[in-house]
């Protein structure tokens, strides 16, 4: 197993930039996501991983080594691609046994013992005669993971390797891969462009976006606590406001949003700007909004925290329903465990469901 360490690497192709400056630490035996939106590099980093694209700048080191000049093939590196790439030709098993045709099996096992473990790893034992044409989707990503891992390599790759399968098979195989990695205890970077996989599978993630790295965290930690707008919203649903801050106090610092004023968590001057985060499943529905009334407060208690907002549509998701509400022109979403009644709700959050993003003097141009 190894530590991977990526160090202000950029790529370029022609006057492209695919990555500008990614920096990376994965820890030996991590499972570790990069995740990010169509075009922010997730692909490329992988490959400059694996050794297919050079980096125009900064370095790739497994462990010490820096592996600038080292060819694929040299790297120790088993890789599961998107579309199965399977040999066509092979049976299952053949598959699976392909790179032990250049290596021997990890422990005093022969290339074919070696192969039935895995066959029996990934749930395909007794599958190995049949040809690729003759599996499924979620079948076939089975042996390529299994063909990547044969050989037992220091690290595995693997991008994107679920998005051609439907949404339930997905989900029971992102667990099995998770499963399998854990067991073999293998140093693992994982493409993905779907936030919730990434959360659900990963001891960090690396949030992307433009060919850089916005947030390296915990799964819990970058969801929880977002340290840009951009990681708030992409992870997951969430609800930004942009406020300034009218007056500090001990409870936290109370802010204006629109013609509302809300009590969040830390520290602030009058006049600064503050943007903070309330996610749909921490808003709750406090009554029925008066109609008419635009704005309603108390001074004091569980009351602060509200604002009335019409509802514009909702959905029944099974466990919750979502609800999409207009707040003065402000796009609200919230999850709730009952249907809103009535055109007009009155909405309530706690300071400490509050996640504070960034605070701006008042002369920074806002974002
Ligand atoms: P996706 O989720 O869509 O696969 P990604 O995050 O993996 O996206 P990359 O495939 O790494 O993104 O691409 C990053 C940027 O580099 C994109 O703008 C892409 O168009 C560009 N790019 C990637 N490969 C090449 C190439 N061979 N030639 C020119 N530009 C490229």
Redesign the pocket.
């Known amino acids: 197993m190894v530590e991977v360490h990526l160090d202000g690497v950029g ?1 370029a ?2 006057d ?4 500008e400056d990614v920096t990376l630490h994965v820890d030996d035996g991590e499972f570790f996501t990069l995740v ?10 992988l ?1 400059a991983v694996a050794g297919f694209e050079p980096p125009t700048r900064g370095t790739v080191c497994f462990g010490d080594r820096d592996m600038a000049g080292v060819p694929p093939e040299d790297r120790d590196v088993g890789i599961v691609f998107q579309n199965y790439a399977l040999f066509p030709h092979m049976t299952v098993a053949e598959n699976v046994g392909y790179g032990l045709r250049f290596r021997d099996p990890p422990g005093a096992r022969t290339p074919d013992e070696r192969v039935a473990e895995l066959l029996e790893l990934v749930d395909l034992g007794g599958l190995g005669d049949r040809d690729p044409e003759e599996l499924s989707g979620g079948q076939r990503q089975r042996v390529a993971l299994a063909r990547a891992i044969a050989p037992g390599p220091d690290l595995l790759l693997l991008d ?1 390797p679920m998005s051609a399968l439907d949404a339930r098979l997905r989900e029971s195989l992102r667990t099995q891969v998770r499963a399998i990695q854990s067991d073999l205890d293998i140093t693992t970077i994982y ?1 993905t ?1 779907d936030q919730e996989e990434a959360l659900a599978v990963s001891d960090r993630v690396a949030v ?1 976006r433009d ?1 850089r790295v916005e947030q390296v965290g915990s799964p819990e930690a970058v969801y929880r606590n977002p340290d840009s707008r951009f990681v708030a919203e992409f992870l997951g649903e969430n609800n930004v406001f942009d406020g300034r801050v009218v007056a500090d106090g001990p409870a936290g610092v109370r802010v204006a949003v629109g013609d509302r004023e809300f009590v969040v968590p830390g520290t602030g001057a009058p006049g600064e700007r503050l943007t903070f985060c309330v996610r749909p499943e921490q808003l709750r529905l406090g009554g029925v909004a008066e109609r008419g009334s635009a704005a309603h407060q108390t001074e004091s208690g569980g009351g602060e925290n509200q604002f009335d907002a019409s509802v514009e549509t909702v959905e029944f998701l099974g466990e919750a329903f979502r609800v999409h509400l207009d707040w003065d022109g402000r796009q609200v979403t919230l999850r709730v465990p009952e249907e809103p009644d009535g055109e007009t709700v009155r909405v309530g959050f706690d300071a400490s469901d509050v996640h504070v993003i960034e605070t701006a003097d008042v002369a920074t141009p806002s974002r």
């Open positions: 790529k192709y022609d492209v930039a695919a990555l990010g939106p169509s075009g922010c590099g997730k692909t490329t980093t490959r994107e493409v462009h992307m060919g």
